[in-house]
């Protein structure tokens, strides 16, 4: 596996302060390679969007990070700590090293912009020794990047379709060539053939580009397809990390297996669709040990107590998994 | 372009209807006013007055309605609204002309001061929320409850009085004569210092309170959240994104205030007896001048047309989204 470009390193978010606060993703560890596809997945208020907004520091008060670090290593040059660079280093290290696509394709680009003066004042704030026309040329290339005609520079976002908005988003995450992509639920208001075209179009802009995402859904068939790796969040915590391909084939999380059993297969034999019983923890009051074992179809007697470490299960380094059915032999993060 | 030249039409059409209303009004008076009017003035009118008071209130009993109405307008055309009876016998147009631009430069001035002030605080209020400034709300939104008027009473009870700096009335120095002189001017000045004081008070907290509520409403869209992501500096996302999409809102209240300026702050005019139109439409109110009268609510009328006017063309400039291609 290829060298890491973001290393997310026991970052835990809280909303609100004091006793009061409500833990939304604890001591998370998550690590994202050059050029990979990592799927981060999960139910609503699993904590996917707190880790993503978290970690590029947008989040709206009242959530704040209470710990932890995000490393980013640059192309060149030693690694720094995201969380500890001045305003004026973040505001140079956001969009130039690290893009989002957001998950409000309708919202996402201000209406009373031309689609123009949104793709050229992030270029102008980045690289202000770059021309007038160089910057509308470069708008130009984008939208062609993405498939849209160049004449749409002068339009406004209400005249464009949604999936075009999403598009143009997805354009202008990349007007900086940045190493990482977060994209949080970029498809989830488009239709079903948008969201192929979109995904389609985006792996496509990966192999030529090389860019890293972190590609955040609540839907795991998607993800299955379109990533190299996936993450299982629950509770706020990793429950699970696997290639693609084993995590579809052999889930080791109980709550996996629940989740890939809630959709149906897009090839293959025909599954028996369960579902999860039970509903989501309230993050107010986790339950101990194990978040999953209220709801888990197969809890032991430690996971009312004890609460599992993740790490890889005795017979494949290649995964991680935190659950007591498959105790980690020694506990290595990451 | 088709959307204006519809709003045109529009507005062109609501004209008419309200100078029609105009035209109809004196002539449901019941009686005749203009005996009552004649014997009130005992023979000061000329015939020809009396004769002009007839066709004004629809009195002409020669000509049929229509023949009245199709004088009317001619009348109007040649902006002849007949004869005041209070500042007999000029007529009502020099009557209007000479209060008008009392009321516009004092309110006009002091409203565009306000919106310029107001909103400014409200976008610091907005952006900077929990800061020092969102403790100026409750004194804006106590000052905002107050009546003009009320306000102006107070002022004068406690700034104005014998040997002063504030006049407590009138709009410059009885004895000058008007004219662009600096004594005059400075004068002038003066005398508008309270009342556009007053005015600016008690409006400029409607402002602030529009616009910061508006900021923070915006503050929490998306595309807040993604030019904060881009990297774009704080002011530019402050101004340009946040700042420029609350500000529709307040466009919208403004140009349709700048409509209210030529008759809205009569009780202000009046508190200071300020020699503009509100203090002339209520003296015409109190005179029972009729033909005062309908010319004052003419030209408030047409005022609060052509502010709406100016507000779709300001609205069409500001917001895409209005621009309807087809």
């Known amino acids: ?334 | 372009m088709t959307f204006l030249l519809r709003r045109l039409a529009f507005y062109l059409f609501t004209a008419w209807a309200a100078l029609t209303i105009n035209f109809f009004i004196p002539r449901m008076i019941p009686g005749d006013p203009v005996k009552s009017l004649v014997s009130r003035f005992q023979g000061q009118l000329s015939t020809d007055a009396i004769h002009s008071l007839y066709v004004l209130f629809g009195l002409d009993s020669d000509d049929s309605l229509w023949d009245q109405y199709v004088d009317y307008w001619r009348q109007l055309a040649h902006g002849d609204l007949g004869l005041s009876f209070t500042a007999f016998p000029s007529p009502v147009s020099e009557v209007i002309g000479d209060a008008l631009p009392w009321t516009l430069i004092l309110v006009g001035v002091t409203t565009a001061v306000s919106f310029v002030l107001g909103t400014g605080l409200g976008v610091l209020a907005g952006w900077r929320r929990g800061s020092w400034v969102d403790g100026l709300l409750p004194v804006t939104t106590f000052l905002s409850s107050v009546p003009y008027f009320w306000l102006g009473l107070v002022a004068i009870a406690v700034l104005a009085g014998p040997g002063s700096f504030f006049p407590s009335s009138g709009g410059y120095e009885p004895g000058l004569v008007p004219a662009l002189d600096s004594i005059f001017l400075g004068s002038a000045v003066q005398h508008s210092l309270l009342p556009a004081a007053t005015i600016l008070i008690s409006s400029m907290s409607g402002w602030i309170l529009s616009m910061r509520n508006m900021m923070v409403t915006v503050a929490a869209e998306d595309y807040i959240t993604v030019a904060h992501a881009k990297g774009l500096p704080e002011r530019r996302v402050a101004m340009s994104y946040a700042a420029r999409n609350a500000l529709l809102p307040n466009v919208a209240g403004f140009a349709l205030s700048l409509g209210l300026i030529v008759g809205g702050t009569l009780l202000v005019e009046i508190v200071f007896s300020y020699p503009g139109l509100g203090f002339l439409l209520f003296r015409a109110v109190s005179a029972k001048d009729y033909p005062l009268m309908q010319g004052i609510f003419l030209v408030i009328t047409l005022s609060v047309l052509v502010a709406n006017l100016l507000a779709d063309v300001v609205y069409l400039f500001l917001d895409p989204r209005t621009r309807k291609e087809g």
């Open chain 1, 1 to 334: 596996m290829s060298e890491p470009v973001l290393e997310i390193r026991r970052l835990s978010v809280d909303y609100g302060l004091g006793d009061s606060a409500v833990r939304a993703v604890r001591e998370v560890d998550l690590t994202l390679h050059r050029g990979e596809v990592l799927g981060l997945a999960g139910e609503s208020g699993s904590g996917k969007s707190t880790l993503a907004y978290g970690l590029t520091r947008l989040l709206p008060p009242p959530g704040v990070i209470s710990g932890g670090q995000v490393l980013y290593h640059p192309v060149d040059g030693p690694p720094v700590d995201v969380l500890t660079l001045s305003p004026a280093q973040l505001r140079a290290f956001r969009w130039a090293e690290t893009s989002i696509v957001f998950q409000g394709a309708m919202n996402s680009l201000n209406p009373v912009h031309k689609i123009s003066t949104q793709l050229v004042d992030v270029i102008r704030a980045h690289q202000p020794g770059l021309s007038r026309p160089a910057r509308l040329a470069r708008a130009r290339d984008l939208l062609r990047l993405v498939g849209i005609s160049a004449d749409r520079l002068d339009s406004y976002p209400h005249q464009l379709s949604g999936g075009m908005r999403q598009r143009v988003m997805i354009g202008m995450a990349l007007a900086l060539e940045p190493q990482v992509v977060i994209m949080d639920e970029p498809t989830t208001a488009l239709d079903v053939v948008m969201q192929r075209q979109i995904l389609s179009q985006l792996a496509e802009l990966r192999e030529r580009l090389g860019f890293a995402v972190l590609f955040i859904t609540h839907d795991l068939s998607l993800l299955v397809e379109f990533s190299d790796r996936i993450a299982i969040m629950y509770g706020g915590r990793i429950v699970e990390q696997a290639p693609a391909a084993q995590l579809y084939g052999a889930a080791l999380h109980p709550y996996t297996d629940g989740l890939l059993h809630s959709f149906p297969a897009l090839r293959g034999p025909r599954r028996e669709l369960t579902g999860i019983p039970g509903s989501p923890p309230d993050l107010r009051a986790m339950p101990d040990g194990c978040a999953f074992h209220p709801r888990c179809p197969r809890a032991l007697a430690p996971c009312d107590s004890r609460l599992p470490t993740l790490g890889p299960p005795a017979d494949d380094p290649g995964r991680a998994v935190a659950c007591w059915l498959h105790p980690a032999d020694e506990v290595v993060a990451r």
